[in-house]
């Protein structure tokens, strides 16, 4: 039981301080880190959407306004709201076994 404790404060402490970060670093974006590992891969990605977006045409759903809204969620805070909720589904998995 102590050791439950133990794991879910420390994710949830791991979490509040990504979140933090998050405030302070606020270029580490998705697009900024996968720009920096290969920026040509980014580029086949997108024409690669732009050429199969005739599926989505029918529906009125603009594809790049969706790629650019992913891009542009920082790194630090999207990993800190899952170990925020990871403790959530972890509680609930360990104290049902």
Known sequence: MVVKKIILMSFFLFGNLQVLLSFFYKKVSIGFLWYSINSNSLVGFQSLLEKYSYYFDNYKIDINKY????????????????????????SIKLSSS
Request: net charge negative; proline share 4%.
């Open 67 to 90: 790629l650019f809204f992913f891009l542009d969620i920082n790194l630090f805070f999207l990993i800190g709201i899952l170990f925020l909720l990871f403790p959530c589904f972890l």
